[in-house]
Structures are given as C-alpha cells and as structure tokens.
C-alpha cells in the first residue's frame, strides 16, 4: 500500500495537470468597477451576451469592459423597483425581471422596461 506522500504527490501532479487544462481567467466585478450593489441577488448570461447583475439597488448589465445600470425613475419606461430577485433571459434578446414590486421586461431592441403586476 502506497504511503501518504505518495497520495501527496498523485493529487498534486493531478491538480496541476487539470489547472493546465482547464485554465480560466476570473475577473472580479464590484463597486470600483461600477457595480451598483455589492449584494447580489442574481447572474445570468443572456443571448447576446451580456452578464446581467441583479442587485438590492438596481439592475446592472456587463458588457466584459463597462457596466450600465438600471434604477427606478420618473420616466414610464424605465424599470419600476431597485430590488431586482431574479433575472430570467430568453434566447431571442429580452430578459425577464423578477423585482420587488412586481415583473419587469427589459425590450433589448428599445433599452426599455414593461412592468407587469406592480
């Protein structure tokens, strides 16, 4: 039976082989980069492309370089809660908000919000 350095020494010939293959880039996303919240209730990856944060104060959308944020205004077509629970993208461009207050739709093609159910 081999002894422990042996078993040492397999996992750490195993760890860095599976680091050589699967090396990946983790890129850390806060305030200083622009995030509105550091308490994040949700994260997706829509079908364009974009990460989407949903945050207790807004709605934020990651582009891989620059950060635009979503919050409640005066305006109809702007989205209706800063509380954003849950993010849900659809495979043609929309994404679909859960908030505090009700559902959102984010129109991609218009950069506009339809609230549901307030």
């Avoid at 622009?34 to 959308?61: P, Q």
Wanted: proline share 4%; net charge positive; glycine share 8%.
């Amino acid at each position: 039976m081999p002894g422990k350095q042996f078993y040492l020494i397999f996992f750490l010939f195993l760890s860095l082989s599976l680091n050589a293959q699967y090396n990946t880039n983790v890129h850390s996303i806060s305030r200083r980069e622009g995030l509105s919240n550091g308490a994040v209730n949700s994260i997706v990856k829509d079908a364009e492309g974009y990460i989407w944060f949903g945050t207790w104060n807004g709605l934020n959308r990651y582009d891989g370089s620059s950060i635009v944020t979503y919050l409640p205004g005066n305006t109809p077509n702007a989205i209706h809660n800063h509380v954003i629970r849950e993010i849900y993208p659809t495979r043609s461009g929309p994404v679909w908000l859960l908030t505090n207050k009700g559902l959102s739709l984010y129109d991609n093609i218009h950069d506009r919000f339809t609230s549901y159910f307030t």
